[in-house]
């Protein structure tokens, strides 16, 4: 009888891990599906009419995965804002605050935060024009209609968002895209690791649910 009990919690323990494995994988594979990517919006931003640039402190990327100790690599998106009055191309680039303080000094610009999903600007004031971002030497620098930014590892880092030609206003609409190869790997190894945990779980449930063997005559009680 004891024995049988402990199959039973055994083939519990096995069948709760292949339950937990399967969710673990289906939650994996549906968020970052088959390419490790997952994307977020992050939103418009709309800078003051006479600011060339919005800045953007980022204190941190490569956010982990809930309950995996796995990053992945963090890309910047940045298109024009419907009906945005702007070129239809936008310039971004970061590079260490001081160099971005350097670029920045004298000239009208945004600094952008992100709180609870909102952004919100606060305007510098300033008495020049900014020089032409092309002519920079940044850590990374994207443009176009969809210009995408890899940001990097290490922080924190600026970011810096302008049109293209320079002209005031910044409108654009901001997404981050994480990629995190490690995911589908690991979303793999969940489902074998289920299909494993599951037939051994049922294979001993099995076990302790049978009949007992029959007692023989000779095992008969005799009064």
């Keep these: 009888m004891l024995r049988r009990a402990l199959s039973g919690f055994l083939a519990l323990v096995f069948l709760s891990v292949a339950g937990l494995s ?12 088959a390419d490790g990517v997952v ?7 709309s800078g003051t009419a006479a600011s060339q640039a919005v800045v953007i402190d980022v204190e941190r990327v490569g956010s982990e995965v809930p309950y995996l100790p796995v990053t992945g690599e963090a890309v910047l ?14 310039f971004m680039a970061q590079a260490p605050a001081d160099i971005a303080n350097e670029y920045l ?9 992100y709180v609870d999903g909102t952004w919100s600007i606060t305007p510098v004031p300033g008495f020049r024009d900014l020089d032409p971002p092309q002519d920079i030497t940044w850590s990374s ?28 206003p910044v409108d654009v609409l901001l997404a981050v895209q994480m990629k995190v190869p490690d995911a589908v790997t690991i979303a ?6 289920a299909v494993v945990a599951l037939v051994i779980g049922l294979v001993v449930l099995r076990s302790a649910l049978g009949r007992g063997r029959k007692r023989g005559s000779h095992e008969a009680a005799t009064t």
């Design 77 to 90: 998106i940045a298109t024009p804002g419907v009906g945005s009055p702007g070129p239809p191309e936008v």
């Design 141 to 168: 620098s994207a443009n176009g209609s969809s210009a995408r930014l890899r940001l990097a590892a290490d922080t924190p880092t600026t970011v810096i968002v302008m049109n293209a030609d320079g002209s005031p």
């Design 105 to 113: 000094s004298g000239a009208r610009y945004d600094v952008a935060r």
């Design 188 to 193: 793999v190894v969940l489902a074998v690791l």
């Design 22 to 33: 399967i969710a673990g994988a289906g939650w994996l594979w549906s968020t970052f599906s």
């Design 39 to 45: 994307s977020s919006a992050l939103g418009r931003i």
